[in-house]
């Protein structure tokens, strides 16, 4: 069983950063994909960014040029910097892990591909 626990969130003024960390236990995939994800109130959960076991970077593109994901070693912990953070960018985000099948887009962001996930962390950015 597979234990993700976030940290890093907090509230931020609107063009501050925030570091996000997950730090991962208890398992492993030989090939996987940690994520981040993120929910607003009233929406639906939504991707942020993704790293690959071999280093492969994803990114939506709202967070595109402003974020950038990131690990130590091989699997923990896996870091998420948000730069530039707007009022839009407030939500609970959450780390994800599972198996790395499809380099694409189309699959690393949905969330249905991942396992195991941690309990989230608040984002709020103030205007």
């Known amino acids: 069983q597979v234990q993700l626990v976030e940290s890093g969130g907090g509230l931020v003024q609107a063009g501050g950063s925030l570091r996000l960390s997950c730090a991962a236990s208890?398992?492993?995939?030989?090939?996987?994909?940690m994520a981040w994800f993120r929910q607003a109130p009233g929406k639906e959960r939504e991707f942020v960014a993704a790293?690959?076991?071999?280093?492969?970077?994803y990114y939506a593109d709202s967070v595109k040029g402003r974020s950038t994901i990131s690990r130590d070693n091989a699997k923990n912990p896996v870091y998420l910097q948000m730069n530039s953070l707007k009022p839009e960018d407030t939500a609970v985000y959450y780390c994800?892990?599972?198996?790395?099948?499809?380099?694409?887009?189309?699959?690393?962001?949905?969330?249905?591909?991942?396992?195991?996930w941690g309990q989230g962390t608040q984002v709020t950015v103030s205007s």
């Open positions: 994800a892990v599972g198996r790395y099948v499809y380099a694409a887009m189309w699959w690393v962001s949905d969330a249905k591909r991942y396992d195991y």
């Open positions: 208890g398992g492993a995939f030989s090939t996987y994909i």
């Open positions: 790293i690959t076991w071999n280093g492969d970077t």
